[in-house]
Every structure is written in structure tokens, then in C-alpha cells.
């Protein structure tokens, strides 16, 4: 692929036995390898990179409506193409029918149509009025211009959404893009390469490098800019690295999310979300439900209600289509061992679980849904990302405790609060460390683009969505055009003190006037 001007797609890259310098891609429901990929070099790396600023100036130059255009046409191609987009996320990720359709198939093709409708309303350029005396007359306006060459560096749990996904803004910006996706998953993003070209992207502007971690990290050395899904110790390590050069970074790393039931909340509705979105994409989110603490009065009912919904999860080998499993498999084969780990050590300090507790027996990679009570704060369950299908819920006397326990966590990337009174629910998720938190919901925030998604503390630097999501992949410029102009202004050389008296005149009139308390 590299050092080709073309790009394979899945079914061409697809071969039957392990290669050199190629990436087996298992179907990690079934253990069976699927395809390979190539495994880029350094050079190869490089060698991308080249192309892909030969590329920016043409892809810059077709303006915002140009650009929209082939994006429309992909919003387009997505949903003609759904099902092939979704047998190939389910084939690399495990994940059920709908997990795929819900939170990639319809989040790409929001995606699509809002950067193309919007990117020109956060990137033109804005006039901006100042209260600075020296400046009275002038045109003054912030402007942005593309940085030039994006690396989006992506996660294997969301290989459209996560990954694919932040290459959607940088390229309405006007950037040529290097995705690379994660060694697990990268079919998905050589299908989207496939689809752009189809609907008009000129040539290297958006290109795939397939590769393990070390192609990633040779790509943090070729780009203007990096966007990094994944862990928070990978995320470090990318930082690092950036600093050698200066590089821009935004970081979307994992999170400990907690789930607050207050004892006035609709129980149904509380155990029903706790339930989705703790075991939905199999817990691999990193803005799942991580973590459920419940006001006394009502928790034996709210276990009760959640473990009967958990116990009622089918879950299984995905392949089978629409309505056939809730939960797949597994996607990273060591994350079984780490939810495995998580639960090992809950149980060994004395946690229960209700149902579930045991990886899957056979073919692929299963953790069975699992609820836990008699959980404590020190155990791993409940400190470090678990990233499986599994629920710690804790007993806590009273809403002040909870917001204790949720913000005691190196973590801030998301939470969740459950009340009937809303105004009570907004009082205590204001007090959420979090970049995020929903009232009477959860993780739905990340579905509406138009809102900042990032974490606090060490759950990420910088958002994706809204403004600061595509302002990130440019660089800004103040622009001061004096349109009006005498051959000398008052504040040059030279210095006389008529001018310096005439000046704390004007400065007094225009900030001194007025009596303060
Ligand atoms: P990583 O953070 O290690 O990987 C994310 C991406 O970074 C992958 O494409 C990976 O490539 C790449 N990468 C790895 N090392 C480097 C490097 N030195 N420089 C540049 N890029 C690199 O995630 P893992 O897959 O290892 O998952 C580990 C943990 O991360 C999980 O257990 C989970 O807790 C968390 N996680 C959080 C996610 C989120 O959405 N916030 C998503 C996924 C995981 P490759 O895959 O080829 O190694």
C-alpha cells in the first residue's frame, strides 16, 4: 500500500495466512483472522506524509463548498452502503448489529452533514470589535487557516465513530489527513478511504496507515497536528513525543465514568440506562457507565430491577445479524484479561456478583455481563477503566457522599445523574468533575456535536465537537488592517509630553470615568 499511490481496500488486503510485514485483523467473536493489512515502516510513513501536503494546497483551494461536497456525498454513500459499513465493523470489532448501526453508522452520517454545514460558520472569518485605544478605527479579525497535515490516531472500539470520525472536521477544515487506525480494527477506515474516493476526494488527501504502534508513533513525527483516541498511558507517550517537535496535540483518553442514582430518580428508567449503557458496545466506551453509586433508601430495588435486565442480555457471535444479540464479544483480546482481573479482584475483597463474573468459554473473546455489589472504592473495579461488561454498584447514604465518591478519581471524562426532580439532578451534576454529565440520561451528550466532548483531569486535553473540535485543526491568525491612516500616530517617536498629557487624557476619559464601591 505505501509507496503506492493507491490505497488497498479490505477484501484486496485480505489474504489466508500470516505474512511479513503484514497485520492479521481476527473476527474477534469467532478467533478466526478475517484479512491482513500491511504493517507500515518508518519511511513508508514518511513517504505518506509527502504525498499528503502535496495534496493539502488543491483539497485548501476547493473552499468550504467544495469540500462539502464530497462529504455530502459520503453522508450519502454511508447509508447506501450501511450494510457492508456494518458486517465490516461487526467482522474487526465483535460488537452486536445495532451497536454498530446506533453509535457508528448514525453518528457518521451526522457527522457528514454537520461539518459540512457548519465548518464555515466556526472557521470564517470573524470581525472582532476591542477596547483598546490604539486600535480605534481598525479593522480587526481573527481568521483560521488549515494547519496543513493531520495524524488522527484511533482506538479499536468505535473504528468509524472514534476513529474515522475526527478526520471528518480536519478535512472540512481544509487539512489533508493520515488516519491511523488501531492494529485491531482497520478495516473499517480503509472501507471510509474506499467511500471518499468513490465520491470525489482527490488523491492522498485522506490516507490510511496500517501498522502497530510504532507506525503510529513515526506518525506523530511527520504531522502539523495530532488527535489521539486510546488509553491515557498511550496518550502520555504521544505527548511525549509530540513535545520533541512542538506538535499540537488533543487528547481523548479513558475515564472511571460514574453513574449517580438519587433516591427520588425513576427507578425503571435509572436501571434500564444503568444496564444499556454499562454493557452497550460490551462497556467498551470510554464514556460508559463505569461505576453506579445509589442513595440507601432505594438501592436494594434498584440492584433487584438491574440484575434482572442484565440477566435477560443476550450475548453472542454477532454475525447472525439485526435483533439476534445485545452484547458480541470482546473486541482487544488482553482487555478480557483485564475485566477478568477487575472482577478477580473485587470478589477477592469480599464484592459479589449477582450474575455473570466469568470470561466466555470457546471460540472469541467474551466477558459474561456481570453485576457486582459489596464493591468498595479501593478495589480495582471501581479506580482503574475496566472497558468490559461489567457494573460496580455501591450503596452510599446520601447524595453528598456520592459526588465525594465520583469525583475521587484521577478520571473526569464523563458521568451521570438520575433524579425526577431536574433541578436537583443539574444542582448535583454541576458539581461532577467532568467534562461531561447527563441528567436523567447518559453518553448521549456525545451524539450532539454541537456540544464540547473532552475530558478533565486525566481523561484528555482539548474537545472534539463544536467550535473548539474543528478550530483545533487550524492555525489562528489576528488579522489588523488600518484602513484610515495619518503619517504619524500620536503614540511614536518622538516622545514629547504634550502627546504623553494628551494620551492619560484619553485614557482617563475612556477607563477612569465613573465612581466604583
Ligand atoms: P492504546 O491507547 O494503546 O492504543 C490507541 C491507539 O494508539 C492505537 O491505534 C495504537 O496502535 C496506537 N499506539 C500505541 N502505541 C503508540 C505509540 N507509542 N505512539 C502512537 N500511537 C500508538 O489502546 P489499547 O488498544 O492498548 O487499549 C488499552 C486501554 O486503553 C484499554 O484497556 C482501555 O482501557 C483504553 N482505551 C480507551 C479508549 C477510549 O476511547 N478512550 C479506546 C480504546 C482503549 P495499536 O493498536 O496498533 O497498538
Redesign the pocket.
Known sequence: MAGTEEQAAPEAAATNGHQAGQVPVENPATGEVVAHVPNLSADEVRDMAKRGRAAQPGWEALGFAGRARVMLRMQKWLLDNAERVIQTIVKETGKSWEDAQLAEISYGANAFGFWAKNAEKYLGDEKVKSSAVLVKGKKLMVRYRPLGLIGV?????YPLT?SFGDCIPALMAGNSVIL?????TPLTSMLMLEGLRECGMPENVFQVAT???ET??AL?DEVDMIM????T???K??MQ?AAETLTPVSL????KDPMIVLSDADLERAANAATYYSMQNSGQT?ISVERVFVEEPIYDEFVAKVTEKVKAIRQGDPSGGAGTVEVGSMT?PK?VD?VEKHVNDALAKGAKALTGGHRGSGKGYYFEPTVLVDVTPEMDCMRE?T?GPTLPIMKVRDAEEAIRLANDSPYGLAASVFSKDVGRGEAVARRIEAGAVCVNDAMLNYSAIELPMGGWKASGLGHRHGAGGIRKYCAQQALLVSRFNMKRDLHMFPYTKKNTDRLMKAFRFLWGRGKRD
Not at 180 to 184: G, H, T, V
Not at 228 to 231: A, K, M, R, V, Y
Open positions: 490516531i484511533g482506538p479499536w472500539n472514534n491511523k487506525p488501531s492494529e485491531i501498522g502497530y504502534g503510529g508513533a506523530v489521539f483516541t486510546g488509553s498511558a498511550t496518550g507517550k504521544v513525543k481523548e483518553l479513558g475515564g470510554c482487544f482487555q483485564i477503566e472497558f
